[in-house]
Each structure stands twice: as C-alpha cells, then as structure tokens.
C-alpha cells in the first residue's frame, strides 16, 4: 500500500470533506472553523516578516495567533496559504510573516470533519460517543474505532483500498479488538464512501 503523507494542503484536505454531495463552499467554510478552533492542526512554513526577515521554518498551528474569524476568502486554496499575513506572538520569530505554505493533518480532518459529518454530529468539534440526537450509536463506534486505528492519516480513495478490501480490513480489526462486528453498510457510511 502507498504512503500516505500526514500533512496534506487546503485544497486537497476539502476534497474528502465536500464528498457525498456537501457544498464546496460549506467544506471551506467547516474547514477554516476546525483550523481557528484549533481542532485541525496546521503547520505553517514562512516565508518573509513584515521587518525584512526571510525564513524556511515550518512551525506549528499553536505558534500563530490564528484569526479567530478565519473565513474561506482569508484563504488562497490555490496556494495553500493565508491571504494576508499571520502573527507569531513570541519566541524566535515574533512578528507578522508572510506565509509560503499550510498544511493540515489528515488525520484531524478525517476525524472532526469527515466521520463526524457522517454520524451526524456538528463538524466543528470532536467526535463523541452520541450522535446530536443523544442516541448511542455502538456500531458505528465501533467501526469508526477500528477505521481510525487501521487508517490515523485518512481512509484511502476507493481506487487505492476497494470498498470489499476496506470493510473486510475493518471487520479484522474489528475481531482483533474483541468487538462485535460492523455492517459493510455502516463501515462504508463511517469511512465516508456511501450516504446517510
């Protein structure tokens, strides 16, 4: 199986979020949300501060001081990078900088975007143990568990892992652990690949 990278960029993190028919737009907007509530982490690589300095560093999300009010047209999705410059409060590189890239972790969009939406929680905190409604949702739990431990950067595209190969891994896992098994319904819903 191909390595999957654990930092992917904006425009590519969006694409697993807007499947299943959510707007483009509503992606960006759930996106930007998760970054500024520091439940998607972020890291950053500068480029130039406003006092003349260069630099390649690449820190993390917890090193800006991110726009609380981060909107999608703060963001150049292209490019991957903020539109205007972010502040570094302290240490080594205090000051404003001008950005050359950002990078989300696949894995926290995976988990607070992407399965959340699925069970049918708000995206823009962690995923519980019950759907909004309070009800307990045991299966999905459990198969959502086993995806987040057989795959913690992100269930591969369909291409790469088939529908039959991903619920047959998940079920392994699933036994693995002493869990009761999953449907192959409710492993598909969970990994995203099949609708509410």
Request: proline residues 8%; contains cysteine; hydrophobic residues 35%.
């Amino acid at each position: 199986m191909p390595y999957v990278p654990a930092w992917e960029r904006l425009a590519d993190a969006i694409k697993p979020v807007s499947a299943g028919g959510h707007p483009i737009e509503m992606a960006k907007t759930d996106l930007c949300r998760a970054i500024a509530d520091r439940n998607v982490k972020i890291q950053c690589k500068l480029k130039r501060s406003t006092r003349g300095h260069t630099s390649k560093a690449v820190l993390e999300g917890k090193d800006f001081d991110i726009p609380t009010e981060l909107k999608p047209k703060n963001l150049n999705w292209e490019t991957s990078c903020p539109v205007k410059r972010w502040f570094v409060p302290g240490g080594r590189y205090k000051g404003h900088w001008d950005l050359v890239l950002i990078e989300v972790c696949r894995a926290d969009v995976t988990r607070v975007l992407c399965v959340a939406r699925e069970q049918g929680m708000p995206s823009q905190g962690p995923v519980g143990k019950t759907s909004v409604t309070g009800r307990s949702r045991p299966t999905r739990d459990r198969a959502q568990q086993a995806i987040l431990q057989l795959f913690p950067q992100g269930v591969p595209e369909p291409a790469t892992l088939p529908n039959a190969l991903l619920c047959r891994r998940v079920g392994e896992k699933l036994k693995e652990l002493g869990l009761p098994q999953a449907s192959d319904d409710t492993i598909l819903r969970v990994a995203g690949r099949r609708r509410r």
